[in-house]
T-cell receptor, first 116, second 113 residues
Framework: AQKVTQAQTEISVVEKEDVTLDCVYETRDTTYYLFWYKQPPSGELVFLIRRNSFDEQNEISGRYSWNFQKSTSSFNFTITASQVVDSAVYFCALRDKETSGSRLTFGEGTQLTVNP | ETGVTQSPTHLIKTRGQQVTLRCSSQSGHNTVSWYQQALGQGPQFIFQYYREEENGRGNFPPRFSGLQFPNYSSELNVNALELDDSALYLC???WGAGLNEQFFGPGTRLTVL
């Protein structure tokens, strides 16, 4: 069965620090997608990135970067030079073909607080 | 904004009552998925509707049911409400039932007293 683990429940940093959010996943499928979503206090889940299981190339988008390593089943997310507006709950999610409906399996989330 | 809308924003019900939540998908999307997010937890998949048919269901009892209409909007119905049903209910729309991105609405906050 699929499982996503975000071991960090809460992280608190000071503005301009770099912060890495960890995500470890489990799946028996060879074809799957990994996602990161941001959930600000308003509640809406904001899509940040999708990576497929065949593409281990790391990606950088502005202050955000992602490190996907199949060998360790990890998909970590780094925010460089964090800002107060980055404060939110961040969810890692997995989507595969193992079960019907192409459901997203979410981790428990990491609450990131960036202090000024 | 994703273009996915949900109504109502907030709802308060008492135990044993029934509730209907609504979701309008993003233009061009034909798939709607529903998730329940309890306080402090990640969203849990309830079910998905693709072209008006249920296309996968999570570990939720039959009192959670749904519909999808020809315009691809969707309803989530919950009968015999329990206290543990208090949560944020999120719907997500996507194109097709495969591995495309799901775009989430703002959610409906349900409180059961």
């Amino acid at each position: 069965a699929q499982k996503v683990t975000q071991a960090q429940t809460e992280i608190s940093v000071v503005e301009k620090e770099d912060v890495t959010l960890d995500c470890v996943y489990e799946t028996r499928d060879t074809t799957y997608y990994l996602f990161w979503y941001k959930q600000p206090p308003s509640g809406e889940l904001v899509f940040l990135i999708r990576r497929n299981s065949f593409d281990e190339q790391n990606e950088i988008s502005g202050r955000y970067s992602w490190n996907f390593q199949k060998s360790t089943s990890s998909f970590n997310f780094t925010i460089t030079a964090s800002q107060v507006v980055d404060s939110a709950v961040y969810f890692c999610a997995l989507r595969d073909k193992e079960t019907s409906g192409s459901r997203l399996t979410f981790g428990e989330g990491t609450q990131l607080t960036v202090n000024p | 904004e994703t273009g996915v809308t949900q109504s109502p924003t907030h709802l308060i019900k008492t135990r044993g009552q029934q509730v209907t939540l609504r979701c309008s998908s993003q233009s061009g999307h034909n798939t709607v998925s529903w998730y329940q997010q309890a306080l402090g937890q990640g969203p849990q998949f309830i079910f998905q509707y693709y072209r008006e048919e249920e296309n996968g269901r999570g570990n939720f009892p039959p009192r959670f049911s749904g519909l999808q209409f020809p315009n691809y909007s969707s309803e989530l119905n919950v009968n015999a409400l329990e206290l543990d049903d208090s949560a944020l209910y999120l719907c997500a729309s996507s194109w097709g039932a495969g591995l495309n991105e799901q775009f989430f609405g703002p959610g409906t906050r349900l409180t059961v007293l």
